[in-house]
T-cell receptor, first 112, second 111 residues
Framework: QKEVEQNSGPLSVPEGAIASLNCTYSDRGSQSFFWYRQYSGKSPELIMSIYSNGDKEDGRFTAQLNKASQYVSLLIRDSQPSDSATYLCAVNSYSGNTPLVFGKGTRLSVIA | DAGITQSPRHKVTETGTPVTLRCHQTENHRYMYWYRQDPGHGLRLIHYSYGVKDTDKGEVSDGYSVSRSKTEDFLLTLESATSSQTSVYFC??????????FGSGTQLSVL
């Protein structure tokens, strides 16, 4: 059973701080990794993808991947109240047509 | 929403009745998925499709069936709805079984 684990939160950070969201996965053969953001009552939307070890930056978001430790994280710099949402980690192992495996998500609350 | 439409957006039905949810895409993506989302459980895959008439079960497929007779349409049927199937249902599409794009969701209540 391939698993993706996230702390459910809530993770509360003050406005302007760095929010750090973490995800671990069980399948060592996993090849690609995604972060989705889901606002309350809305559908998930893709915000970051990462395929290689190291950091990938996109605006205020940085995804970090460490395949040896089976760990992927999302950093949100200068957190804003509008970043308050649930963040879902998803992992793809490229095993035939097997779909992505999603974590249950971490709820982030940015306090103004 | 990436050319993906779910219908209906809301539905209330009674226990024991069949229900069909529709997902329609205009993106010509090969992969289509049905998820349900419940508090404490996250997104759970019901069924998915990797081509016309090619479907497979997900982790919570009992009580659900799907059909895909055209690239653009993926139907989810609850054969005999139960209260445990009250949930928010999301359809998603993907070109290469990687980056998923989600529809707006269907809120289903089974009374």
């Amino acid at each position: 059973q391939k698993e993706v684990e996230q702390n459910s939160g809530p993770l509360s950070v003050p406005e302007g701080a760095i929010a750090s969201l973490n995800c671990t996965y069980s399948d060592r053969g996993s090849q690609s990794f995604f972060w989705y953001r889901q606002y309350s009552g809305k559908s998930p939307e893709l915000i970051m993808s990462i395929y290689s070890n190291g950091d990938k930056e996109d605006g205020r978001f940085t995804a970090q991947l460490n395949k040896a430790s089976q760990y992927v994280s999302l950093l949100i710099r200068d957190s804003q109240p509008s970043d308050s949402a649930t963040y879902l980690c998803a992992v793809n192992s490229y095993s035939g047509n097997t779909p992505l495996v999603f974590g249950k998500g971490t709820r982030l609350s940015v306090i103004a | 929403d990436a050319g993906i439409t779910q219908s209906p957006r809301h539905k209330v039905t009674e226990t024991g009745t069949p229900v069909t949810l529709r997902c329609h895409q205009t993106e010509n993506h090969r992969y289509m998925y049905w998820y349900r989302q419940d508090p404490g459980h996250g997104l759970r895959l019901i069924h998915y499709s990797y081509g016309v008439k090619d479907t497979d079960k997900g982790e919570v497929s009992d009580g659900y069936s799907v059909s895909r007779s055209k690239t653009e349409d993926f139907l989810l049927t609850l054969e005999s709805a139960t209260s445990s199937q009250t949930s928010v249902y999301f359809c998603a599409i993907s070109w290469e079984n990687e980056k998923l794009f989600f529809g707006s969701g269907t809120q289903l209540s089974v009374l």
